[in-house]
Nanobody, 124 residues
Framework: QVQLVDTGGGLVQAGGSLRLSCAAS????????MGWFRQGPGKEREFVAT????????YYADSVKGRFTISRDNAKNTVYLQMNSLKPEDTAVYIC?????????????????WGQGTQVTVSS
């Protein structure tokens, strides 16, 4: 089964940038759609971005559209989330997820694999 390790979180000032990485083990990664979710302190988990198996289709939450970019490199079994123009409200634990399907999804219940999460803190 696929194992996911998400890294790259940290502390950054508002307006700054971070790049999160999600490294996958297992031989089904290249046929799996991937996504990023986040959960801020005292908040519910929410969808951030998703990418289909080939990387040709992406979808973003309105709150991050134009600021975040999801991408993947199947040769390296890695998914990325480039986060620019960060805001304090972006502060959350960011979680990488994969699903047994080639199409992306914004619904966390449709995912089958989860990373451990990486903390992103944006100061004002």
């Amino acid at each position: 089964q696929v194992q996911l390790v998400d890294t790259g979180g940290g502390l950054v000032q508002a307006g700054g940038s971070l790049r999160l990485s999600c490294a996958a083990s297992g031989r089904t990664f290249s046929s799996s759609a991937m996504g990023w979710f986040r959960q801020g302190p005292g908040k519910e988990r929410e969808f951030v971005a998703t990418i289909n198996w080939s990387g040709g289709t992406t979808y973003y939450a309105d709150s991050v559209k134009g600021r975040f970019t999801i991408s993947r490199d199947n040769a390296k079994n890695t998914v990325y989330l480039q986060m620019n123009s960060l805001k304090p409200e972006d502060t959350a634990v960011y979680i990488c997820a994969g699903r047994r399907g080639r199409a992306g999804s914004s619904r966390f219940m449709e995912y089958d694999y989860w990373g451990q999460g990486t903390q992103v803190t944006v100061s004002s």
